[in-house]
Structures are given as C-alpha cells and as structure tokens.
C-alpha cells in the first residue's frame, strides 16, 4: 500500500530487518499499521456516533427517549415525528425558502465573482491595484461586524423579512472572486491575445473562452456558496422575521428554543431533515468540496 | 523616399495611441466587468462597516432606524461602558477561553487524523476523509440540537463515561462544565477542515529528510518535532488563523444549546452583540463588535508573529 504513493529510493542500510528495507525506507511495520488503523476506525466511529444517533432516535417516541435517552435502535420505529414536520409544521415552506436563497446566492456568485475575477486575471486596467486591495480587505471582515448596521441599511431599504433580504448582502464574495481570479490566472494568456486580436470583444473571450475552461473552479465555488447558505444561520435570524421567510436553521433553533424543546424526537427529525441533503451532497460530490478547502482554506 | 522614413516614425506614434485608447477602453470594460460587486460591495459592506464604527460612538437605538441622523454623538462613552459592564468582560472571558482551548485542541486533534492518514494508510484512505470530514458540513444549529441531547445529565456522552467508570455531570446545566462541553463539540464539528488542510501540508514534509532522520536513528516523535512541525509552520498558520477567526465568533452552538447559560457561562462576545442588538441598543452593539474585530485582528497579527517561518 505504501509503495503506491511513495517515490523510487535507494534503499538504505542502518538498522532494521531486510523485509523493512524492501518495503521502502518510510516503511511501517505491520503491527504499527494495524494499531493506526484500530485508533482510526474508533476515532471514525466515535466521530459518526452522534449521526447514528440522531438518525435513530428521530424514529423513536417521546416516550422512549424519555424513558432511555441513550440507547440506540428504536423498539418500535414510529414516523410521526417525520409526518408532525411534513405535515403539521409544513417544513416543506422553510425547505424551499432555503433552497431558494441558496440557489439563488450561489448563481450570483457564480456570476459576479467571475466576472471581478477576470477583470483581475486578464485585463490590465487603472484602479487594478485599487479593486484587488478592496477584494483582499473584503476577506478580513466578520459578518459579526457587519450584521447590526447591515440590518438598518437592510430595513431602510425596505427589505426586512423579505427574500431580497436574505440573498442581497451574499450575493458575491470576496473569496469568491479571489478564488476565480487564481484559477482565471492559469489561462494561457496567449489565447485571450489571440481573441482579442480576432476582433472579440471582452465580454465575448470572457463568456466563450475563459468561462468554460473554469469548470473545477466555478464548481468548487458553487458547492461553497451552497453549503455556506444552507448553513447560514445569524443574518436569517435576523432578517426573516416571520414563518414565510423562515430558512430550515432557523425554524430549527425557534422549535428547539420554544415550547418544543424537550420534544427530543422532533428535533432530532428536524437535524436530519436539516443535514441530510448537505451530507448527501458533500457524499456525491466530495472531491470538489476537499479541493476547495485545499484551494482556498476556507470551509 | 518619404515615405519609407516617414514610415518608422508613424508606425510606434500609431501604436502608443492605440494602446492607450486600448487600455482606456479595458478600463472602463473592466469597471463595467466589476460594476455588480462594486455595487453589492458598497451596499452591503462599506456602508454598514463605516456606519457601524459611527454607531458605536453615538446613542444609536433601535426606534432610529428610519431617523438615523438623529442619534446623539457621544463619543468613546459606549466603549468606557462596555468594559465596565460585567456581562461583557465575562463574554470576552468566555470567549477567549473558548479561543485558548479550543484551537490548540482542534489543531492537535486535526494534525493527529492527518499524520495518521498519511502514513502508511492506503486502504479505505477515502473512507476516513470523508468521514472526519462530515461534521464540516452540517449544519451547527442541527447539529447542536442533537449534541444537546447527548450532553443531558443522563445522555450519551454520560452512558459512554459511565462504562469506564466515570459519572459524568450535567454538562450543559454546570457552570464549569458547559463551555468545556461546547469546546468539545466545536473541535469535532471543525477538525475535518483542519485535517484536509495538514494533509496537504504533509505533503511538503521532505521524504528524504525524514529518512535520513531515521537512519540517524531519530525516533518518530523526534522526527515529528523536529522535521514535521518545522516544515508545516506555515500551514499550521493558516489552519490557526482559520479557526481563530470562526472560533472568536462562536454563536450558534451557545444559542441553541446553553442561551449562554448557565449563569453566563457561555455567554460569548457574538451572543453579548446579539442580545444588545435585540435589546435595541444598536450603538453599544456595534461598539462591542468593533471591539470584537479588533481583537480578531490581533489575535491574526499575533499568529503571525509567533507562527511565521523563520528564514
């Protein structure tokens, strides 16, 4: 298994046995190997734990998570907590406010940041410096700062409790663009000369060129702005006044914070409605979301 | 004749009025290329960042929203409030608590599952990736309302210590044990980020410093100190900068699980910003998260500083 990733070597003499020697001088003898792996499958399952848990005790009764709050499988599975959510509490409205914004916030980005981007990769201009120093800035500044004199421009903008409200302030970011400039930045600057000398105009290289040759990128900033708002959770807590604007994080909090809040089966029907479509998502596409911590540092 | 030494002459003159036409021309493309952020930018960041440092020296209230000329300057006096308020001093107490503990944890942890999956774990590699990784992902509201429950008195976590012995309190429902429970679930919920991170940085540890390392007959933990750590300085960096600007801005974890109860012992400087802004006290929320940003700011300076790579 280690010689698939390890480069040739010369084999070394110093201490050891023959068989260690062959097996490269990064060699792990198998008993330490097999203790790595025990402590990883126990850190593993100590790490899934809660989501086993969770998944199963949103099938149980009040009851029996009163009565046993930390067994396991359920003694007779029961998807009223599901259907009181499906049905009852309508989580169908606070499932599409989420979805909206999110698809919405991550076409935005999608747009406007490759857009800055390659302004910043490929075009010299004045106030170059002036608008990547601006982008940079951007990065620095938490939405901790922001959000109290967010929601007075917000309000007097009119847009309290609305979905302008929810998508506007997100709908381009700084990491966002700093990411597709670096990537726009590997394009051959060769064949946007080549372009601009055939008479194309700058929009023109930029959405039938430079655009489709940054599919990893706009694909990894996709799932990024994605997770980032289905997750979001102050600023829809403090615009979405009302259930008709509710997102699914803050629903969640206002049940598990209210008169709910010892229904442990609900709530936990509610987690899983919550974190299942992420999970999903990350499982389908897990590569992309692992490039792009790797790309960009961010989570 | 005219022409071929009129000719040399015309030709750069044509080409310098081109190119600047040319570069006028990009400029006002380029503009028009960042004309949608530039607008969201400056709607949406540069007036609420000025505007809030403004607020924080004035009386700001919730009932000025639609008069917000009308506000009383009063200079630094939301701030000399500020730290003479006691709940204040005890979020930044907290906060920094969380901060001190809580990375160093998260990074250890997180640098453990990375040395371990890069060395010598080929089989199921993926699998383990994936699967530390997945708490990132979650949501932490969602996540906090089940973690909640397997920190009650009788949950979980209790079962598991009652196994080896230990009769475990009522994490969230004590005083000294409600922050060190929140700790502990934000090094599990983050861990997966920091872990990709170090991987990738582990790929810059020289192989062959390593191995002449061992033929010297330094031991694992020796060439982990010695070579490993020195190597991945700047990684280590960014993954701590990272956490610390998450970390100083802890909010939903507290808000769903303790209120930032019990007795404020989990009251962080967001949940304190918070609260002041839905109390209507605008200015003096803003203040504290001026205050906030400062220290984020020195906390990364600091980071630096003590991180940096020594050439």
């Known amino acids: ?299 | 004749m005219a022409t071929t030494t009129k000719a040399p002459h015309a030709v750069p003159a044509d080409h310098l009025t081109v190119s600047r036409r040319r570069r006028r021309h990009q400029t006002f493309v380029a503009w028009g290329f960042a004309a949608p952020f530039m607008a969201l930018f400056v709607v949406f960041l540069v007036v609420p960042v000025v505007s809030s440092l403004a607020m924080s020296f004035t009386d700001f209230r919730s009932s000025d929203v639609q008069t917000p000329l009308a506000v009383s300057f009063v200079g630094l006096e939301q701030y000399t409030a500020l730290f003479a308020d006691p709940l204040f001093r005890r979020s930044l107490l907290n906060t920094a608590l969380y901060v001190v503990l809580g990375i160093p944890l998260t990074m250890a942890v997180a640098l453990t599952l990375a040395i371990a999956l890069n060395n010598g774990i080929g089989r199921f590699r993926t699998v383990f990736r994936v699967g530390f990784y997945t708490p990132v992902v979650t949501s932490i509201v969602a996540i906090s309302v089940v973690w909640r429950f397997i920190l009650t008195d009788d949950g979980l976590l209790n079962a598991a210590l009652g196994l080896v012995g230990i009769n475990g309190p009522d994490w969230l429902n004590d005083t000294t044990t409600a922050l060190p429970a929140l700790i502990v679930m934000s090094v599990w919920r983050n861990m997966g980020t920091l872990m990709i991170i170090f991987l990738a940085g582990l790929q810059n540890v020289p192989r062959e410093v390593l191995e002449a390392g061992e033929v010297d007959g330094a031991g694992a933990w020796r060439r982990l100190v010695s070579i490993t750590l020195p190597t991945l300085r700047p990684t280590l960096l960014l993954g701590s900068v990272l956490l610390s600007v998450g970390f100083l801005q802890f909010f939903e974890e507290a808000y769903v699980m303790t209120g930032g109860g019990p007795l404020n012992s989990t009251l962080s400087i967001s949940y304190f910003i918070f609260n002041q802004f839905s109390f209507g006290r605008y200015g003096y929320a803003a203040a504290a998260s001026y205050v906030l940003f400062l220290a984020i700011a020195l906390l990364s300076l600091l980071q630096f500083r003590v991180l940096r790579t020594q050439d």
């Open chain 1, 1 to 299: 298994m280690t010689s698939q990733t390890r480069p040739p070597v010369t084999p070394v003499r110093a201490s050891g046995t023959a068989a260690d020697r062959t097996s490269g001088v990064r060699r792990h003898s198998p008993t330490g190997r097999a203790v790595t792996y025990v402590l990883l499958v126990v850190a593993l399952l100590v790490t899934l734990l809660p989501f086993a848990w969770m998944v199963l005790g949103s099938f149980k009764t009040q009851a029996e998570l009163t009565a046993d709050p930390n067994g396991f499988l359920p003694d007779a599975p029961t998807f009223a907590n599901y259907r009181q959510w499906l049905v009852d509490l309508d989580i169908g409205r606070f499932f599409g406010n989420t979805l909206l914004v999110a698809v919405v916030t991550v076409a935005g980005n999608l747009v406007f940041c490759s857009m800055v981007g390659y302004a910043l990769a490929k075009m010299e201009f004045a106030g170059k410096r002036v608008l990547l120093a601006l982008v940079l800035g951007m990065l620095m500044i938490p939405s901790t700062v922001t959000f109290i004199p967010l929601f007075v421009t917000v309000s007097r903008l009119g847009l309290v409790n609305s979905y302008g409200g929810l998508i506007l302030p997100f709908l381009a970011n700084a990491i966002g663009v700093f990411l597709m400039r670096q990537f726009m930045s590997d394009i051959p600057d060769s064949l946007i000369e080549a372009a601009r000398i055939d008479g194309a105009g700058e929009f023109r290289i930029f959405s039938r060129i430079v655009l489709p040759l940054c599919g990893p990128a706009l694909a990894t900033l996709a799932i990024l702005t994605f997770l980032f708002s289905w997750n979001n959770f102050l600023w829809p807590l403090v615009v979405a006044q009302n259930e008709d604007r509710f997102t699914l994080p803050v629903a969640i909090s206002l049940y598990s914070t209210g008169q709910n809040a010892s229904n442990y089966g609900l709530l936990l029907a509610g987690a899983v409605l919550v974190v299942t479509p992420i999970v999903l998502l990350f499982l389908a596409l897990q590569r992309y979301f692992i490039q792009g911590i790797a790309s960009t540092g961010i989570k």
